[in-house]
């Protein structure tokens, strides 16, 4: 199994409503992918300059599952919008 790990920071502007918008859309990929297996998003409560807003933990079947979910029109939409609301993200994939 993949293990794919996404952090995000957001921009202050309407930031509150820009992290509910995302993970709302971030979830509603589970049902639009079939690759995608698993989502968690998370939304951090950890005041701390490390700390980033929000995090997403999925799980694929495999590498090319993975790539299928990167490429999918419906993941690149909340791509475009995560790129204009956010400053900052990290990523680790695994194999679990």
């Given amino acids: 199994m993949i293990v794919h790990i996404v952090m995000f920071k957001f921009r202050d502007e309407n930031k509150e409503a820009n992290i509910d918008e995302v993970k709302k859309r971030l979830n509603a990929l589970v049902s639009l992918i079939p690759t995608l297996k698993s989502m968690e998003v998370g939304i951090n409560f950890t005041e701390s300059e490390r700390a980033f807003d929000l995090s997403l933990y999925s799980t694929f079947d495999s590498k090319e599952a993975l790539q299928e979910y990167a490429l999918h029109p419906e993941h ?11 400053i900052e993200s990290k990523v680790v994939d695994y194999i679990l």
């Avoid at 690149?76 to 956010?86: F, M, P, R």
């Fill in 76 to 86: 690149l939409k909340v791509v475009n919008l995560i790129k204009e609301v956010t």
